[in-house]
């Protein structure tokens, strides 16, 4: 017989659910969400893989790849734990001084490989145009979110201006593929904010008939020569071609399996140029074939999933405008690396998130998941 009984043993039993409750309350508390958490570490554990094949087994690269990991999870971390109001008022001082820092880059930036892009401290070199990632999704979820959706036309006038100036100012560097990655994720806010589709059928009608005259006066001629490789990349084979076509050479003949980690040919004896930055895929899926890439998928699109769940079950229209925003936008980021790569898209200098080399760029990806885990933490109102 029992010494404590029956009833003694039930009531010593732990509460499963209450257990679970609790495991999820410590997440809260630090204002982390485990499942994005957990596929934002499978993807670096990805990454950093694949990135030590690209470099040529270069520890120097791994480690520094190693590093900014670390300092982009520290930002991760710090900004999930910034309180949604303080989120909502900072954003438009965070977008002012990404505008003046695009500025300064006009007037005093570091140039390199004919392009002005960045603002030298001494001891460091970084693109300003990076703040701007997360300053405009930030201030037009703001400005959306204080008015009645959908927004009426005055006040998508006044987001495509804010939309415009940064954009504007980042393809004077110039910068095509950041102006882009800009400019998608403030006017996805706006499409999320409920935008009426006679206003989305006019400005393709408008996109559409500006294309001539960007073609004659807005684009430079190394973003033309982009646009002509995609339509024939085998007409300058040597020259503005090299690139796509040893991208898809590497891709295709990994085939299903692949050959092998560190056994890629066209990354490992430098034919790929650009291997452990913009071209990255291509090193993926010629040493792990097709079933490393449908990984690789599979991995961000669980992450999109789960951003766009956090986006579905904010409180706010601030919360669901900004997550919805962060996560279409990193889909925009995926697409277009894997559009170029493959040539059904121009080469436009994207890199393959948490993937590819980066240093500013990763640790404003990764920031940027932060907001996405202060949306998804941020206390239920009663």
């Not at 270069?58 to 520094?64: L, W």
């Not at 500025?103 to 693109?127: E, P, T, Y």
């Not at 989305?200 to 430079?220: C, D, E, N």
């Not at 002509?228 to 085939?255: F, H, M, V, Y």
Request: glycine fraction near 12%.
């Amino acid at each position: 017989m029992s010494l404590h009984g029956g009833k003694d043993f039930v009531r010593h039993m732990p509460d499963s659910a209450q257990a679970f409750k609790k495991g999820r309350g410590v997440w809260k508390i630090i204002h982390i969400d485990p499942w994005l958490l957990l596929g934002l570490l499978i993807l670096t554990t990805i990454g950093l893989t694949v990135l030590y094949s690209a470099g040529g087994g270069s520890g120097a690269i791994f480690k520094r790849q190693v590093a900014f990991f670390i300092i982009a999870y520290g930002a991760m971390f710090c900004f999930a734990q910034v309180p949604m109001g303080l989120l909502e008022r900072g954003g438009k001082w965070l977008y002012v001084l990404g505008i003046v820092l695009l500025l300064m880059v006009l007037l005093m930036g570091v140039g390199a490989k004919g392009a002005q892009r960045w603002l030298s401290l001494g001891f460091i070199r970084f693109q300003p145009s990076e703040v701007l990632k997360l300053a405009m999704p930030l201030v037009v979820a703001a400005y959306l979110g204080r008015h009645v959706l959908p927004p009426k036309l005055k006040h998508i006038a006044v987001t495509l201006g804010i939309v415009a100036v940064p954009a504007l100012l980042i393809l004077k560097q110039p910068d095509l593929g950041t102006a882009i990655l800009v400019s998608a994720s403030g006017l996805i806010a706006l499409f999320l904010s409920g935008l009426q589709w006679r206003y989305i059928g006019g400005s393709v009608l408008a996109v559409t008939a500006a294309a001539i005259p960007m073609w004659y006066f807005v684009m430079h001629e190394y973003q033309k020569v982009r646009v002509r490789t995609l339509l024939d990349p085998e007409a300058d084979r040597l020259g503005a071609g090299w690139n796509i076509i040893q991208s898809k050479t590497a891709i295709g003949s990994g085939g299903l399996e692949g050959k092998g980690w560190t056994e890629g040919t066209q990354s490992q004896l430098d034919f790929l140029p650009e291997s452990h930055t913009d071209f990255i895929i291509a090193v993926l899926a010629e040493e792990f074939g097709l079933k490393g890439v449908l990984i690789l998928l599979v991995c961000y699109g669980l992450i999109i999933f789960r951003g766009l769940s956090i986006a579905w079950s904010a409180n706010t229209h601030f919360g669901r405008l900004l997550a919805g925003s962060l996560t279409l936008t990193f889909f925009v980021y995926v697409f277009v690396n894997i559009g170029m790569v493959s040539g059904i898209l121009p080469v436009v200098g994207v890199p393959l998130p948490l993937v590819s080399l980066g240093g500013t760029s990763l640790v404003t990806l990764m920031a940027g998941f932060g907001l996405l885990m202060a949306v998804a933490t941020e206390p239920k109102k009663n």
